[in-house]
T-cell receptor, first 115, second 112 residues
Framework: EAGVAQSPRYKIIEKRQSVAFWCNPI?????LYWYQQILGQGPKLLIQ????????DSQLPKDRFSAERLKGVDSTLKIQPAKLEDSAVYLC?????????????FGPGTRLTVT | GENVEQHPSTLSVQEGDSAVIKCTYS??????FPWYKQELGKGPQLIID?????GEKKDQRIAVTLNKTAKHFSLHITETQPEDSAVYFC???????????FGSGTKLNVKP
């Protein structure tokens, strides 16, 4: 079974520029999560999708971050404009979320450096 | 919301020794507790999990215990090996929300 795919793996941009990350979840997984992981910390949820609807985006800085999940499969996370404090690893995860099956699987992450 | 605390933040053990990492949670409605291993440059990998209706689960050298009354759960690694060196995260899932809250991580160093 293929895992969660993310691209790019690394990105370096200057502050005030924009950037987009892509995620392809495990086939059939209804729930998709985007997390921000700052060095030395645990993952922090940015946004959670159930199929193509947003379940929770309470921690998403909506003035600069946006995300969409078209057709309930792939998802993109965008930052515009980026700030220095956005430097982090952005992790995508997915979960089947059916019955009592709620294991969550992560992709390799995208390491963003804002200079 | 849920609050998950994890201790210790760093743990250094000799190869062959056991390692124990502990987490506490605040929301009694949490019902699923996974543990993840994160190696440098990689995403977190699910290594073991436990549900609220079970007190202990074991998989080869790793085990997890859950005390629902005290709201804490622990990861036990026996016969540690250098390849166990990584950062370990605990998490708690809130019932009916499918939302996960993570601890701050434990950096385990297994010395050969």
């Amino acid at each position: 079974e293929a895992g969660v795919a993310q691209s790019p793996r690394y990105k370096i941009i200057e502050k005030r520029q924009s950037v987009a990350f892509w995620c392809n979840p495990i086939s059939g997984h209804a729930t998709l999560y985007w997390y921000q992981q700052i060095l030395g910390q645990g993952p922090k949820l940015l946004i959670q999708f159930q199929n193509n609807g947003v379940v929770d985006d309470s921690q998403l800085p909506k003035d600069r971050f946006s995300a969409e999940r078209l057709k309930g499969v792939d998802s993109t996370l965008k930052i515009q404009p980026a700030k220095l404090e956005d430097s982090a690893v952005y992790l995508c995860a997915s979960s089947l979320s059916r019955g009592d099956s709620y294991e969550q699987y992560f992709g390799p992450g995208t390491r963003l450096t804002v200079t | 919301g849920e609050n998950v605390e994890q201790h210790p933040s760093t743990l250094s053990v000799q190869e062959g020794d056991s390692a124990v990492i502990k987490c506490t949670y605040s929301d009694s409605a949490s019902n699923y507790f996974p543990w993840y291993k994160q190696e440098l440059g990689k995403g977190p990998q699910l290594i073991i999990d436990i549900r609220s209706n079970v007190g202990e689960k074991k998989d080869q050298r790793i085990a997890v215990t859950l005390n629902k009354t005290a709201k804490h759960f622990s990861l036990h690694i026996t016969e540690t090996q250098p390849e166990d060196s990584a950062v370990y995260f605990c998490a708690a899932r809130r019932y009916n929300f499918n939302k996960f809250y993570f601890g701050s991580g434990t950096k385990l160093n297994v010395k050969p």
